[in-house]
């Protein structure tokens, strides 16, 4: 017969192992160490292609061959340009943060599109769902400390950089712009933060799973266009394991989710007044949770 399992602690704590109950424990370990095995590998993974995506942004990427630039400018590797052409800034719901932008002062700001160097510059902006989503992380370090975040179209990088500040475990700021991605890792080096990952890609075509396990995905202001907030909803609903905080002025592609179940407001901030002014006179910026 053999002996009921319920005899194994007590043999296990007086060390006197044998038999069955001593195959039960090593089993119990070797399995667990597999798993713990497995784990590692697929972090290791993870970490492997992560540092792959940052290699990309230490400072060496040429400017894209679309770009229009001066003859002054054409030798200036990507980040350099993006230094040269934008100014620092403060001027926004998160001074804490030091932002290089487009600003009044910098000479692209009233320049013609055809004039300026970069395509869709949306990254030489910070957007205003972008700036209360990055007060809402600052201010409430707690949900976001040891969290892996993700920040889907990191734009500026705001978002990102004020998550590792405050204490995330791993930053994957991503964005489909190679130039938002550079002038990500501009200013997270401006904040002192050395801790971002930074993926030029468009994770949207892919299975959320492919990125590892994200426990948090930041949207700052991605809502202005109706195909592309049908497609990025689409993709939210991917992400069942992930909390998900969207920044939004207001903009008409949450509209359909704002009226639902879907979602809830979280925080609202009022904006600055240049901002209002440069923002069809959004007046408040929200930060929603959606589920
Ligand atoms: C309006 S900006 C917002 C930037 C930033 N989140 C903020 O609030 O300041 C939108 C950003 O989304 C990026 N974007 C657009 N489509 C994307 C996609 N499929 N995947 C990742 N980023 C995308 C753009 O390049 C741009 O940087």
């Not at 487009?102 to 769902?129: H, M, N, Q």
């Not at 930053?171 to 990952?197: G, K, S, Y």
């Amino acid at each position: 017969m053999r002996e009921p399992l319920k005899s194994c602690p007590n043999q296990y704590r007086s060390h006197s192992l044998s038999g069955e109950c001593y195959l039960v424990p090593l089993v119990l370990i070797v399995g667990i160490s597999f798993v713990n095995i497995i784990q590692l590998l697929v972090q290791f993974l993870n970490f492997i292609h992560s540092a792959a995506s940052i290699a990309k942004y230490s400072g060496t990427c040429p400017a894209p061959a679309n770009m229009r630039l001066s003859v002054k400018h054409k030798r200036l590797p990507l980040r350099q340009l993006i230094s040269k052409l934008t100014n620092k800034s403060r001027d926004h719901l998160t001074p804490e943060l030091e932002m290089r932008l487009i600003t009044p002062d910098s000479p692209l700001w009233k320049c013609r599109p055809e004039e300026c160097p970069f395509v869709d510059p949306y990254w030489a902006f910070y957007w205003p769902g972008g700036q209360a989503l990055t007060r809402f992380i600052l201010d409430n370090s707690n949900i976001f400390q040891r969290k892996n975040i993700l920040d889907v179209g990191c734009g500026c990088g705001a978002s990102s950089i004020a998550a590792a500040i405050v204490g995330a475990k791993l930053v994957l700021a991503n964005d489909i712009d190679t130039t938002a991605c550079e002038a990500t890792a501009l200013n997270a080096r401006l904040n002192r933060t050395n801790t971002l990952h930074i993926l030029n890609d468009n994770i949207l075509n892919k299975k959320s799973t492919s990125l590892g396990h994200v426990d948090i995905v930041l949207i700052g202001d991605m809502f202005y266009d109706s195909e592309f907030s049908q497609m990025l909803l689409d993709w939210l609903r991917t992400i069942k394991k992930s909390r998900v905080f969207v920044g939004d002025p207001g903009r008409h592609g949450l509209d359909n989710l704002t009226r639902s179940q879907e979602i809830q407001l979280v925080s609202e901030y009022d904006l600055l007044d240049h901002t209002v002014l440069e923002n069809n006179g959004f007046k408040t910026s929200r930060v929603w949770e959606v589920f």
